[in-house]
Each structure stands twice: as C-alpha cells, then as structure tokens.
C-alpha cells in the first residue's frame, strides 16, 4: 500500500474571492507512521481526508497525483471511494461521543462494520466484535459489546472506535486528533494501542494532530504544515533538530515542566512562512 | 485572600468535592490540576457562586461565602472559561459584552474604561464594534479577560483559559495573565489538565483526584519530582515524558 500525493491545492469559493486552505502539498506514505502536525486552519485535516475524498462539498481539489494504492483518487467515482473508505483506510475522529451512534450499542455498531465489509453471518459478526473488543484491550469484551456509547467512558468509546475501524482489516488508518479529548493517562493508553496494533497488522497510520512533541514521541516522520504548505519534515527523535522558525517557535512557545521559562516566547509570524 | 476548608458538594448520589481545604494569598496564584472528573471545577464553581449547594467553609478576604452571593461579591470576584466560543455572546459587540459589567455594577467613565480593557489585553480598539464570530480563538480569550477586568476585580477565577486555543495563541494569553496579575495585584485560582500550564503560572498547585486535593505541591517540587502521591507522580511523568522526546 502506498499513498502517492503531489502538489495536492484544496480550494473554497468565498464571498471575497477563492480561499487557498492547502497549497502545494506533496507526500509520500509507505508502511509507517506519519504525523501530521500544524495549528487551526492549517490544512492538516483536509490534506489527510483527501486521501478518502471526504471533503465537503464546495472544496475544490486539484493534484498532479493523488493516489491510493494506485488508485487514483481525483477521478475514482463513488463506488470505487468506498471500496476504499473504511473498508482499506479507516479513519478515526476526535470525539466518540459525535463519531458513534448514540441509538447503537457498541457492539452492534462493530458488527455491523464487519458484516459490511466481510460479508459474513449475524453469530459469526458477533464472534468478531467480541475478538476485536479483546484486541483493543477492553477486559469485559460481552459486556461493552451490548454497552451504549452513553454508558462508556471517553477512552472507552474511542478504543470502540477503533475496534470499529479495525473490523474490515484495513490498510490505512487515519487518526484525526484520536487523543485530544481524553485525559492524559487514557490518552497514553489509546496510543500505546494504537502503536501496538499498527505494528502487529503492519498497516500504516496517519496521526493528525496539534502537539507537536506527542507526534514527534509517536510517528517515524513529522510533517509540519503551516497555511496550508508542509514547511517542514522531520524523522522521529529529531525535534530538536527542528530548522524551520515555525517549528522552532511551536517548540519553545510551551510551557515546559522539566524547564521553568519566566516568560514564554511569543511567535513572529514570518510573512515570508507562506510563501 | 482566598481560604477554603473542608469544602463538599454533592450532586444527587455522586459525592463529586470531598474535604477540599486550600489557601492563595492575596496576589498569588494556586492551580489545580486533575483529569475529568476529579471535581477540579467544581470547586471552581461553588467558589464562584454557579453553584449554591456546597459545605464546608470558603472565604474571601476574610469574609465568609453564603451560598447566596451578594453584588459585590461578583464585583471581586471574576471567572473566565475555557471556551471563548461558547462564553461570549454571539449577537452582541465587543463594546455591549464589555459595557455590561460597568451597567451591572454602576461604574462611571464607560468610554475610558472599555478602551483602557481593550489596550490591557492588547486588542486594537477597532475590535470594540465587532462580534464574536469576526475574532479569532486568541482574540475572544482576550475579550473575555477584559470583560472580567471591567468590574476591577481582585480574584480571577481560571477554567481551562487556554485549553481550546493553539499553542502559539496560548503563549500570548499565558504571557497576558502574567502581566495583568503583576500589574493589578490579582489573585488567581486557575483550573487546568495541563501540569505545565499550570506549573507555569502558579507557584502552588493542587492535585485532586476522585472529589480529593490528595497532595498540595510547590512547583519546585513539581520541577524536580519530589512528589508523594502516585497519581501526582503518574501526572508528571506523562507531562516530562513528551517534554524528552
């Protein structure tokens, strides 16, 4: 599996004219991990849900290539997208509390992911939920499978999402901010499985995100995005070889607890970052 | 200049504050850091008066707390939360937003005070005839900070201030709460997940766990590790672990 994407620019019309909100991106994904990282606005996102061309409807995407696997995305039709989505990447979203169904128990919502894409029988759906629960280290796989996302914890609902995820067997996970709203020792725990997982399966994984030293901690390679351009790439262990001033500035702008710093540095935004 | 002893709330069944004691001097800062559900705003809230249903005791200034606060309590006492989106209103100026603390507690000079606010949070006075949703994330925080300055309050009371802003944009309101406290001798109870944020603006810190503030430590003593409970410890080594990689 491979994702190819070259020059990729994601555009919306506006009342003032086209807003350019990823501009000239370029990346290469093989079999590993690849963090994404940028502030709000930086295109981060969107450049990751392209890969499944879940856009909204009024972004207009162009690329000299942008392909799944050999696919090509830009001009896949809708069922050639789904043979993709879920089924060969899945994607996983900040909140379980929005991304599940509230009417669905847990259980139900996984096997239904199973049976979709597997093609198999209602006891054997059921078997697999319950196996794949276990995989996501849930202790008391019966119990959550008939749990309804209401009565799990965030960490809970997300290792579910996950669980959901993994059903089909895919080759690509997309993780949007999967650990954002969760404390911080569940959220060491859903990446400890997330890492776990990605290296038994041998998928690859995206892992979108807005801290910078959890990527860097996580991924084999950083992409820092900036206004819609990568403006820098870096291998795991190398923040603090980070050149790029943007990066830098991420870097020393946070207060630290191993550092006291009297007073934080306060980022200048370099004009000459967007070009 | 704020002394709790032995506070308690309970919501129905769930017994979710239990014998919370802790003091901040006047003009000092104390954050209290826990995961959610440990109780750490709602502290906050009994303190503030969003919740009358509390034991135990609170003080302000020496002044005992009823569960029922008078005007001026809310003139001392100020809160800015941690969603700028949520806690502004969508239909009303800057200028409205800010103007209705002055009418509220019968303040003079509404002019000269809202332009004042709008300089000591550093937003450019063009900003006063704008909503919400014209501002950026780091804009409205600022809003927000100014319109709990408008009262001249002596007691700022922090939930999550920089939790939904971008870490650059965290590190100008960071940078803003330090100024304003030195400037205007403020006392600050500041509520956060994030140790670093907290051990940053605040000397003393509480960490609670379960309804309990189960250790009280100094950010000294944070730095360099000398924690005694487990969780505490567990707290830190997350926060250090990144910090390292």
């Known amino acids: 599996m491979r994702v190819e994407i070259q020059n990729l620019t994601i555009a919306f019309p506006t009342a003032t004219g ?18 994404i990282v940028g502030e709000s606005g930086s295109g981060k996102s969107l450049t990751a849900r392209s890969i499944l061309k879940l856009l909204p409807r009024s972004a207009r995407i162009t690329a000299d290539k942008l392909s799944f696997d050999g696919i090509d995305v830009l001009t896949a039709n809708e069922s050639a997208m789904r043979a993709i989505r879920g089924r060969r990447a899945g994607l996983i979203l900040q909140d379980p509390k929005y991304s599940l169904n509230p009417v669905m128990t847990a259980g139900a919502q996984i096997a239904e992911s199973w049976r979709m894409h597997r093609k198999g029988g209602a006891r054997e759906a059921r078997a697999a939920a319950i196996d794949l629960l276990a995989q996501v280290k849930i202790n008391d796989p019966g119990r959550v499978f008939d749990a309804y996302p209401h009565e799990l914890s965030g960490g ?29 020792t569940v959220q060491a725990e859903i990446l400890r499985l997330m890492e776990d997982l990605v290296a038994r399966r041998g998928m ?13 901690h996580f991924c084999d ?11 820098e790439q870096l291998g795991a ?13 991420l870097l020393d702008c946070m207060p630290a607890l191993s550092q006291p710093k009297p007073r934080l540095p306060v980022m200048t935004r370099d004009p000459a970052w967007l070009a | 200049m704020i002394k709790i002893e032995n506070l ?25 850091v826990g995961e959610s559900g440990s109780g750490k705003s709602t502290v906050l809230r009994a303190l ?8 135990g005791s609170m003080r302000i200034k020496g002044t005992q707390l009823a569960p029922r606060r008078g005007k001026d309590f809310f003139r001392r006492v100020q809160m800015v939360f941690q969603d700028p989106y949520g806690s502004l209103h969508p239909r009303q100026t800057v200028d409205r937003a800010l103007s209705e603390p002055l009418e509220v507690h019968g303040m003079d000079q509404h ?16 900003v006063r005839f704008r909503y919400p949703h014209q501002l950026s994330g780091g804009q409205r925080q600022r809003v927000a900070i100014a319109r709990a300055l408008m009262a001249e309050p002596e007691v700022l009371l922090l939930d999550e201030p920089t939790s939904a802003l971008d870490v650059s944009v965290q590190a100008e309101v960071l940078n803003l709460l330090a100024d304003l406290q030195e400037r205007r001798g403020l006392t600050y109870l500041l509520v956060s997940h994030n140790l670093a944020v907290v051990a940053h603006l605040c000397p003393m810190v509480g960490v609670m766990q379960g309804g309990e503030m189960v250790e009280t430590v100094s950010r000294e003593d944070l730095r360099a590790g000398r924690t005694v409970h487990p969780h505490t410890t567990e707290l830190r080594r997350l926060s250090t672990e990144l910090e390292e990689a």
């Open chain 1, 18 to 35: 086209i807003s350019h909100a990823v501009r000239g991106v370029s990346l290469d994904l093989g079999t590993e991990k690849l963090g």
């Open chain 1, 156 to 184: 809970m609902g997300q290792r579910v999402m996950i669980a959901m995820m993994l059903a089909p067997d895919p080759e690509l996970l997309i993780a949007d901010e999967p650990t954002s709203a969760l404390d911080a």
């Open chain 1, 204 to 216: 690859s994984l995206i892992l979108i995100s807005h801290d910078l030293p959890l990527v860097s």
């Open chain 1, 221 to 231: 390679r950083v992409a820092v995005m900036y206004a819609g351009r990568i403006v």
């Open chain 1, 237 to 249: 262990g190398e923040l603090a070889q980070a050149k790029h001033p943007y990066t830098r500035g």
């Open chain 2, 8 to 32: 308690h709330v309970h919501f129905g069944a769930v017994h979710a504050v239990r014998g919370v004691s802790f003091n901040v001097p006047a003009g000092a800062s104390f954050g209290i």
């Open chain 2, 48 to 55: 503030s008066g969003l919740n009358d249903d509390w034991t």
């Open chain 2, 111 to 126: 002019e000269r005070r809202i332009l004042q606010a709008l300089s000591e949070v550093a937003l450019p006075p063009s």
